[in-house]
């Protein structure tokens, strides 16, 4: 994935949930909800939104690089601690 240097944090974000929910869909899974499931275990907070809505609400002090490098961050984190995500 190639991301050009001035993409802000909603785009990047329309992006990724875009991806997810092409991904999910391929594996015929939720994706997107599994990973906010886990999201929202993990910063012990739960809403009606993505993971990716929550991140700048809980993150509001860090700047727009440092949301972007959080978002990335907890899906490598997301991946990493659930190697079998495609599993239903």
Known sequence: ??????VTYPVLR??????????GQSHQIGLI???TDWFQKRVNQ???????????????????EELKEILLQTLVSYFE???EWQKK
Do not use: C, R
């Open 14 to 23: 329309l992006f990724i949930e875009g991806y997810l929910h092409g991904l």
């Open 1 to 6: 994935m190639l991301i050009a240097e001035d």
């Open 81 to 83: 601690e659930n190697p």
């Open 33 to 35: 909800g599994k990973i």
């Open 46 to 64: 739960k809403e009606a939104v993505f993971f990716t809505n929550h991140i700048p609400h809980i993150y509001n002090h860090k700047s727009e």
